[in-house]
């Protein structure tokens, strides 16, 4: 292994249920892939495509039927390779009578932050994601964009050197985008690695060092914002070059899978 993989999939397949026949149209269909250190990966891909179960698998949280994940070296699924890992889910849950400020606390316990470094990064963290003011408001009263925000910082709080992010932008307004937009390209300047998926194709092609484009559980394409084609012609001639790319290898193999 060299010193700079982070995160390494090695024909990676998964199936989720199987009908009475033991069918079932596979999640992830033997993906492998490479991250190394300061790589900011975005994941593209179709509703469906095994963007977030890749992430969850990585997490831990979802076994492979085969293949193997490793993060930081070890085994995904060993907590201790996740010591130094930010993660924001597809779907944050919050508990609802807590504020933000609460479940920080809770977060810089778990990072082991000592109590004085936990306040003042706290602090940090809830101007950085524009939520100061709403601090010890329960979040039940919290807007999709701000439970979205909140959720953020519960990743950023411990400072990761990995940031595993499934659809960082979505429920934001352009605003919110903006914001987790500067936050990515921050941790990239400080040659952080993050690896992020995200439908909003514009997003991913302004801040990502390397794009995936995940369809049916594959990874068909793997390639830097530089090598797209641009600018493009024909049919997509009014989109941007990632979204000339992603429609020009998707559509029409289609199956309209909302998952
Ligand atoms: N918990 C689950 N149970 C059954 N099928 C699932 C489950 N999670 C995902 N799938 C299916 O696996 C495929 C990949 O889903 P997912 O990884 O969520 O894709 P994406 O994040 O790219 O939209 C889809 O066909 C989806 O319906
Ligand atoms: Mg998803």
Redesign the pocket.
Known sequence: MKDDLVICFTHLS?R??TDLFGRA?P??ADLSLEIRAGEVLGIV????????????ILMGF?FPDRGEVTLNGLPAADPAAHAQVGYLP?NPCLYDKLSIHDHLIFAAQVARLAPDEAEARIAKVLQRVRLAKVAKTPVRKFSKGMTQRAALAYALLHDPELLIL??PMSGLDPLGRELVAEVIREYRERGRTILF?SHILTDVERICSRIGL?HQ?RLVADLRPPDLPAPPTGRYADKSPLEAFFLNQVAGNEEG?D?
């Open positions: 998964k989720y249920h149209k999640a992830l891909g179709p509703n469906g495509a095994g963007k977030s179960t890749t992430i969850k979802v597809e499934d659809e998926c995940m559980g899978n998952g």
